[in-house]
């Protein structure tokens, strides 16, 4: 199953960790450096899913959900927080946001990959 994924992370080292996590199974994958980057990438592609920091500068993660869902071509995208970030109130804020999970780093490359296809599929 061949997936878009667009991976929105202010650290190189993540994205690329991303990256190489998304790579090998075979997904194509867009990345931006903070949520602003992240929402001019959107405009010229289609994801089948969307991944997510929480802090990142110019825009944090919220601030691009709600972007994001404020698109009506995205209004259904699943996005997958992927953040250090663990307190049940920021998961709730997420949620509310329109984030559909949560994923907390470090992660497992074959848990990012099943979770990805189980979002998109």
């Known amino acids: 199953m061949s997936l878009t994924i667009l991976a929105v992370d202010d650290s190189r080292t993540m994205r690329d ?22 929402i001019e990438v959107l405009e010229g592609i289609d994801p089948d899913a969307i991944i997510t920091d929480i802090n990142m500068p110019r825009m944090d993660g919220f601030g691009f959900i709600d972007a994001v869902r404020d698109q009506a071509d995205h209004r259904a995208t699943p996005i997958l927080v992927l953040t250090t970030e663990s307190s049940p109130e920021l998961k709730m804020r997420a949620r509310e946001a329109g984030a559909t999970g949560w994923i907390v780093k470090p992660f497992d490359p074959a848990k990012l990959v099943k979770a990805l296809q189980m979002v998109a599929g």
């Open 17 to 38: 960790m991303i990256r190489m996590a998304l790579m090998p199974a075979g997904f194509t994958v867009h990345l931006a450096d903070d949520g602003i980057h992240g």
